[in-house]
Every structure is written in structure tokens, then in C-alpha cells.
């Protein structure tokens, strides 16, 4: 089982066998997410686990001794800036000439000062430090008094920017007693705006029928603006509202920095120190960095930002600070992210199952109407250098304006081409990490192995039965012909596992490689399901206190236990009605959810008299998808592994009848075995090679398969009878 996700320390980016639960542990901190999730995986049955984290990096100074030099830690860890300080300047021994000495708790651990070389191996350095203090007349630090890595830019140069903190105003507004039906909505005499996308409304008309501006928006009102409003109220024909909006008395929680700032080093309200990843957080590239207030500090306050400029007097070209980071409890945007760049640099594994920590298929998603900070919004990915960098927006679409100078988020204030359509400057995409993982997954398995993950989803807001009957929430209503009329809500309303007005259900491959771009169809026609290369854990598991299995009694996401479990089951077998050894289930539902879940695609659990009980392997696949559990997937994975195994020795031959024969041999061979064993009734196939093309032969081998579908249901009559 491959398990990506965060950790304290260790090695990241890489693929670590934890062959020894303890010293994964000291590799990666006990407590780390990462381990706690490897342990909940081992205790349903994992044999074989693969530690792959996320969201590591180093403590680095960046072009300090000139351009393309680093001086950084090897450890990547959030203290690595404050673990190791620095001496950089004259040689005690010739004042002519520079060195660097580093310190851990007053221990030497690398020194380049000529004769009294040290390097420990926790250092990286790129550059020549011989000439630093000649050509920058700067001297960081003392032989007695190092400075840390962390406050070395501040050292060099400083800047303090005073924010106050605004208010935000409000998005809702309760309209008129006589407004029965709304018909037009605008903001300032603008385009007209649609309902569901731009604005909701609730209650009820004629008592408190409320308006709630939504998207981007609510993300771009400002106090004073006019929200005109055109309802009719079913006696005097239509009839005009505007509201002005107004201050909510809720604090601005993000703010952009100056242009100029580098990095942040420092910040108060008032004389009172905030702390960063407790009070504050920094987000962004430097020069166009910004603050997001994770403790509300007060409408009016008064903020001393102080930070690095980018323009520092005597270097060419100005270094930079990054800092150390473990990224344990990212927000959403930035998991996606460290995701992003663990898919595409796992082009290669030997798991056969696989698990994400953090990430949920319902995450706070904007494309659901949702604009808390710590959401997903539409993203959009620039390549330079190698280098991926990920812009973020609450519009999906952003169009060169009138003057064509600029940029707008209204299409009636763009520029148009010669068939008068606006032109699009930046086009965003909706994001999702149930897609991002399905899609994965299909490449996987396409190029290398075929590989089941597993991913789960949110927890209630309470273990109370309100808050639980509120997140598991109700199914859409279908017609007779099936067509969904009106969408449902919690986990049984998401539009990807069971659809929606608007929305097929299901995870499918796109030309774009995010879920709305233009669905992708195999050879035969159909869509191409990502779903089936996955499974969705719904809830919570309880895991108890035990030393021997590496894990504490709380309340955990049980997707990584379901992982465990999957990778125990051989082909023809399934997963349906199987113990998650040593779990327990927080709370109880009744048959009618389950069997909802089920419906749904949602792996769910229940509390048997043999213990915590899965109630079907479901797959998220869409309606017309032939793959309906992970029997199937399980089936289809073991056969589709061990006929690429047999047939690797082939490559490299020469492609001729003798060969075709050796492989139709062996093919046959392998589905011969999974009939015996019960796992397939039927098959067909072909061995054909395709004719050689620029000197590379293609042998492909075209597979039809009946499984054997797992047994659903045991049906028992009972007849009373005087005798038999």
C-alpha cells in the first residue's frame, strides 16, 4: 500500500518501504500524519507499506552569494530556519578573506574557512563564499553570536508596512415584504446576474425572503455599491428594490503585501507579537506576497508588518528567504498542489493499492458555492522552467478589457474578436481531488500497473444526529425516466457520485485533465470512467490505544483502513461484509442511509456482532459504467498485472509468429488460472502485433472478461408445516 501524505521530517518526494514500523517512525515523527495513517493501514491488513510525503522543504538562502547560489538546510522541516545560525564574513585568520561557518546548538557543523574545513552532511552550498564581505561590504553574524538562517535577510536589510484591519461587507440582505418571484438581479446597473451562480435565494416571499450574493460576485462587492432588484409581487406587476450594501461587522481576513516586500520576518497588533501558523499565515511569491489573518484581530486594528525589501543595497541580483516548512495541516489549495507534483512525480511504483491523507472527495470547493478562504477555487498552472506555478481565482474566466490594456471578470466590459465574442485572457479550471486521484490513477495504470486507491471524504460537524442526518443529507429526486429533477444535498446530494441537474454522475477523463474539461471516449466509444480505479471511504473509524499496532484511541479518517483491508482481498474475492480488524464505528446508521450510501457508490461501514463490518465494496462509476463494485476492479487488476508480468521477459524479442505463439500461450495460460479459481466464468482475446512503425514493434493483447460477480444478497423461505 503507497500512502502519500504529510509528515515532520524525513525524506520527501521519494518513495520510502517501511519495512520497520519504528524506524519509520524516527524517520518521520511518531506523530506525524503520514505514520498515524501507516499504522491504521497495517492494523487492517497491510503486509507491505510505501511512505511517500508530501510538503516537505528546506530552509534556504537563495542567491546570497551571487545569482543561482543557495546556502540551505538538508533537513526539511518548518524549524530548520531556527535550528542552524551562520557566520558568513572575514576569515579570523585573514581579514581578506571570507568564509562561512555553520552552528546546530553551538556545534560546528560545516565550515569552509581555509585549514579548518568541517562538513557534517546537513548543509547544501552553491556558491563561492571566498569573496562575500569584498564585494557586498556586509558581514552576517559573528564567530560568537551566528545568526539564524531564518533572520539573516532581516539582518541585512528591513521594511515595516502598517496594515488596519477593514471590514468586509455583508453578502446576505432580507428583501421586501412584497417581493413574491425575483426576476433580475444586478450590482451598479451592471450585467445581469443569475441565480444559483451570482446569487441564492431562501425563506419564504412576503415573510423573509433573503438574498445572498455568492461567487466571485460577493467576492468583489464593496461597501456602497447598489444591488438592484426587479421582483414581482403577483398584484401590481413588477416593482424595483435597491439595497446598498453595508459593512457585516465581520474583520478582513486577507490582505496583499507591498510589491516590494521579499519575506516576512516579523508581526504585531499594536506591540503584541502574532505568531505564523497560529495567528497569521503568508501565502505567495515575493513581490506579490499576501497575509491571511487566521485569528480574527479586530476591525480597526493596527498591523506592523515587518519584512525583507527585494531590493537590497549591495547585491545583484537580491536574495531570498525560504523557509522551512512540513505543510502538516495545509490549507485545500495548497494540498491540492504538493498532489499535483507527487501524481506527476510518481510515474512509477510497486504498490498495487494506494491512500491520500488529508485529501476528500467534498472538500470546500468555490465551484460549489463555497467562498471561505480555506477553499478550492478554479485554478490555472504556468510552466517555467520546469517549475510549475499555481494561480488561483474566484472567476473561471478573466477577459482583456474595452481599452485592451487590462482585465475584467464581466464579459460585457471585454473586448470581443471579430465575431463579436469577448476575448478570454486567462481561462481557470474547476479542480477536485476525487478527479485529480481517479485521473492519476487511469495514467497509472495505462503506462504502468493497475492500482486501486482510496480517498475519503468529510466528517459531521457533531457526532450529534442532527449534525450527522445534515452531512450524510438526502438523495436527488429523478423522474420516471430517471432525469434528475432537483439536486440533493450532504454526501448524497455530491454531484460526482450520484449527479445533478446539470451534471452527469461519475469521474471521467478529460482532454484538460480537470473534470470540466471535454470528456475523453475509449475505442469502443464509451466514456472513459476513472472511477473504477477507486474507492470512496465515507466517515470516521475509531482506532484503539495500542503500542503494538502503533496507534491511539481517536477518531480518524478510515480511508487509509479501507486501504488495508483492500490489498488483504484476492481476485474473486470482495471486500463486502469483511471485519476492518481492530476498528469500531463512532456512530450508528440505519439500513435505509446504508443502503443510500451504497447506491450512491460510497464505501460505509456498520457494527456487527463480529465487529466493524463494510457493507459493500461500491466504486464511485457512472451509470453506465460495467464496473458497479471492487470485485470487479479486483478481478480485472490481477489479471491485467499478471499477464503484463508474464509477458515483460517478451520485450526486447523479435516480433514474429514464433513469439506471438509463446505470448497467445501465455495468455491463455493466466485466464485459464483465474477460471479455475473461480474469479472469471467467460474470456476472449487476441495476441496481435501491430505493423512496425519507425523501427518499434507494438504487441497488443485485446481482453473480453466475465467475472464473477460477488454474491449480493441470501434470500431464506420458511414454511411452518405439523411435519415433514
Do not use: C
Not at 485545500?332 to 512525480?345: G, I, M, P
Not at 494506494?354 to 510552466?383: F, H, Q, S, T, W
Not at 464505528?585 to 463490518?613: C, I, N
Amino acid at each position: 500500500v503507497l500512502i502519500i501524505g504529510t509528515a515532520y521530517s524525513g525524506p520527501t518526494n521519494t518513495q520510502y518501504l517501511a519495512a520497520d514500523s519504528n524506524v519509520a517512525s524516527r524517520i518521520y515523527g511518531a506523530d506525524s500524519p503520514l505514520i498515524r495513517k501507516m499504522s491504521e493501514a497495517k492494523m487492517t491488513g497491510a503486509k507491505n507499506v510505501l511512505l511517500y510525503r508530501i510538503g516537505g522543504a528546506a530552509a534556504e538562502l537563495i542567491d546570497l552569494l551571487g545569482a543561482d547560489t543557495l546556502v540551505g538546510t538538508k533537513e526539511q522541516t518548518a524549524a530548520a530556519g531556527s535550528k542552524y545560525g551562520i557566520y558568513l564574513g572575514p576569515s579570523p585568520a585573514n581579514a581578506g578573506v571570507s568564509g562561512l561557518i555553520v552552528y546546530e546548538d553551538g556545534k560546528i557543523v560545516y565550515s569552509d574557512m581555509a585549514g579548518s574545513e568541517i562538513d557534517l552532511g546537513v548543509m547544501n552550498i552553491v556558491g563561492d563564499t571566498k569573496t562575500f564581505t569584498t564585494n557586498t561590504g556586509v558581514t552576517i553574524g559573528a564567530i560568537d553570536a551566528p545568526i539564524l538562517l531564518k533572520d539573516v535577510l532581516a539582518e541585512i536589510a528591513t521594511s515595516i508596512e502598517v496594515l488596519t484591519i477593514e471590514d468586509t461587507p455583508s453578502t446576505a440582505y432580507a428583501l421586501g415584504l412584497t417581493a413574491v418571484n425575483v426576476t433580475a438581479v444586478d450590482v451598479n446597473a451592471g450585467p445581469a446576474l443569475s441565480e444559483g451562480v451570482d446569487y441564492t435565494l431562501s425563506g419564504v416571499a412576503g415573510v423573509d425572503l433573503t438574498i445572498t450574493m455568492t461567487g466571485s460576485v460577493a467576492a468583489n462587492l464593496v461597501t456602497g455599491d447598489s444591488i438592484n432588484i426587479t421582483s414581482d409581487d403577483n398584484a401590481a406587476g413588477d416593482t424595483s428594490e435597491v439595497i446598498t450594501v453595508v459593512d457585516s461587522g465581520t474583520s478582513k481576513d486577507v490582505y496583499a503585501l507591498d510589491v516590494n516586500t521579499s519575506s516576512v520576518t516579523a508581526v504585531d497588533n499594536a506591540g503584541t507579537d502574532l505568531v505564523e501558523g497560529t495567528d497569521y499565515s503568508i501565502s505567495g511569491l515575493a513581490g506579490a506576497l499576501y497575509i491571511t489573518f487566521d485569528v480574527s484581530q479586530g476591525i480597526g486594528s493596527v498591523i506592523n508588518v515587518n519584512g525583507v525589501p527585494i531590493d537590497i543595497p549591495g547585491f545583484d541580483p537580491d536574495p531570498y528567504y525560504l523557509s522551512g516548512s512540513d505543510n502538516v495541516g495545509s490549507e485545500w489549495k495548497k494540498t491540492y498542489e504538493l498532489l499535483a507534483e507527487a501524481y506527476s512525480d510518481l510515474e512509477t511504483t510497486i504498490a498495487t493499492h494506494m491512500v491520500v491523507d488529508k485529501a476528500i472527495i467534498d472538500a470546500p470547493n468555490i465551484a460549489d458555492g463555497n467562498l471561505d478562504a480555506d477553499a478550492l477555487a478554479y485554478l490555472r498552472v504556468v510552466e517555467q522552467d520546469g517549475v510549475n506555478d499555481y494561480i488561483w481565482s474566484v472567476d473561471k474566466t478573466i477577459y482583456v478589457d474595452i481599452a485592451g490594456t487590462g482585465e475584467t471578470n464581466d464579459p460585457a466590459l471585454a473586448s470581443v474578436d471579430e465575431n463579436g465574442r469577448p476575448i478570454v485572457k486567462y481561462q481557470y479550471n474547476e479542480v477536485n481531488f476525487g478527479h485529480q486521484l481517479g485521473s492519476w490513477l487511469n495514467s497509472i495504470t495505462e503506462n504502468d500497473r493497475f492500482i486501486l486507491g482510496v480517498i475519503g471524504t468529510s466528517a459531521p460537524a457533531a457526532a450529534t444526529t442532527a449534525s450527522i442526518s445534515k452531512w450524510i443529507g438526502s438523495l436527488p429526486t429523478v423522474d420516471a425516466l430517471g432525469v434528475t429533477v432537483s439536486n440533493g444535498s450532504g454526501l448524497l446530494g455530491n454531484r460526482y457520485m450520484v449527479g445533478s441537474t446539470t451534471q452527469t454522475a461519475g469521474y471521467y477523463s478529460t482532454d484538460s485533465g480537470y473534470p470540466d474539461g471535454n470528456v475523453q471516449f475509449d475505442s469502443n466509444g464509451a466514456a472513459i470512467d476513472v472511477g473504477k480505479f477507486m474507492s470512496v471511504m465515507m466517515g470516521l473509524g475509531l482506532t484503539p490505544e495500542s503500542p503494538t499496532l502503533g496507534t491511539t484511541a481517536q477518531t480518524v479518517n478510515s480511508s487509509s483502513m479501507y486501504a488495508g483491508l483492500l490489498s488483504t482481498i484476492e481476485p474473486g474475492q470482495s471486500t463486502t461484509n469483511r471485519v476492518l480488524p481492530g476498528a469500531a464505528v463512532p456512530f450508528s446508521l440505519k439500513k435505509t442511509k446504508l443502503d443510500e450510501l451504497s447506491f450512491a457508490g460510497y464505501v460505509s461501514v456498520t457494527e456487527k456482532s463480529r465487529g466493524a463490518v463494510v457493507v459493500s465494496g461500491e466504486l464511485p462509476t457512472g451509470p453506465n459504467s460495467d464496473y458497479d463494485y471492487v470485485s470487479t476492479s479486483i478481478i480485472i487488476g490481477g489479471v491485467v498485472k499478471d499477464i503484463r508480468d508474464r509477458l515483460d521477459p517478451f520485450i526486447g524479442n523479435s516480433l514474429n509468429d514464433i513469439t506471438l505463439a509463446a505470448a497467445d500461450t501465455a495468455v491463455e495460460s493466466i485466464l485459464q488460472d483465474y477460471v479455475r479459481r473461480g474469479a472469471i466464468v467467460k474470456y476472449g482475446y487476441q495476441v496481435v502485433s501491430d505493423p512496425a512503425a519507425k523501427g518499434k514493434g507494438e504487441m497488443r493483447v485485446p481482453l473480453t472478461i466475465v467475472p464473477a460477480f460477488e454474491l449480493r444478497q441470501i434470500s431464506v423461505s420458511i414454511k411452518l408445516a405439523y411435519d415433514i
